[in-house]
């Protein structure tokens, strides 16, 4: 009875430990997604006040006098036919707020609406915001090998995967059915002009990719382009304009170490 009840002893202080084990490490990854759940909440508030101070909607089409002009819409059909950029942005005030400002990138009907920095490297703002405050969620900047005013030919931006879909984790439902269609048409604003951006492939690729290089021949372009096509997550709207200049969005991806997915669109300038 002594070495059963003893043995009882020793198994139920065991499972006690274990419990408190348990327990401490439940409770030390709930504060942990709390804390990365207020700083992104932090960060997202510092962008919603930002676009209240320098963004604004613009109409749709010109209006007579007995018409009441039409707001900004996120309307497929609409949008893909649309030739001007549904907002406008005071880039004076913006660079203000913060001189390593270069545009602002739109994506109707998702939270893609923010701000592009350019730092002098690719950590700068990685992990801070565009008022320059440290915050996990960083900001969408560009790859600082690129040229300010977009003219490389694949001119490269990023942006957090975030849970909450904020910054660039809204990219990766392009794998889905569906959402292309939707979201073939985003725009990039810019000091010296505006852009409409036509969607022509999303897919994952490393990290160590020749895309992050920027030293592409006009053949490693070609071959890029193509296997851009044939690793693509859905089927773009046949398009034979030509291109100058592409817009690349890269965030992380989980598929493998490394990995990152890509949203590459063609550059359609726009007349002032």
């Known amino acids: 009875m002594r070495l059963s009840k003893l043995h009882w002893n020793k198994a139920g202080v065991l499972r006690l430990i274990l419990l408190c084990v348990f327990g401490c490490s439940f409770l030390v990854a709930a504060y942990k997604l709390m804390e990365i759940h207020n700083a992104y909440k932090t960060g997202s508030d510092v962008y919603d006040q930002i676009q ?7 109409e749709m089409a010109e209006t007579g006098p007995d018409q009441e002009a039409e707001s900004i819409t996120t309307e497929p059909e609409v949008i893909i036919n649309q030739e001007k950029a549904p907002i ?31 730092g002098k490297d690719n950590d700068e703002y ?19 090998r690129n040229e300010p005013a977009f003219s490389t030919v694949f001119n490269v931006i990023y942006g957090h995967n975030l849970y909450t879909q904020e910054m660039f984790g809204s990219l990766l439902n392009y794998k889905k059915d569906g959402y292309y269609e939707e979201h073939s048409v985003l725009w990039l604003l810019t000091p010296s002009g505006d852009y409409k951006l036509h969607v022509i ?14 030293g592409m021949t006009e053949e490693g372009i070609g071959n890029f382009l193509a296997q851009a096509l044939e690793k693509n997550d859905f089927t773009p709207t046949a ?16 598929e493998y170490d490394d990995a990152r997915y890509i949203v590459v669109t063609r550059m359609e300038p726009l007349n002032s």
């Open 239 to 254: 398009d034979d304009t030509p291109v100058e200049n592409f817009l690349v969005m890269s965030t992380c991806s989980y």
């Open 88 to 118: 406008s942005v005071d880039f004076d005030a913006l660079q203000e707020i913060n001189p390593d400002v270069v545009g602002w990138i739109y994506s109707p009907g998702t939270p893609i609406n923010y701000p592009v920095v350019q």
């Open 201 to 214: 492939a999303g897919f994952t690729l490393k990290a160590s990719s020749s895309l992050y290089e920027f």
């Open 126 to 144: 990685l992990r801070h915001t565009i008022r320059r405050e440290y915050n996990i969620a960083g900001s969408i900047f560009m790859d600082y």
């Open 52 to 58: 209240f101070e320098v963004v604004d909607e613009n």
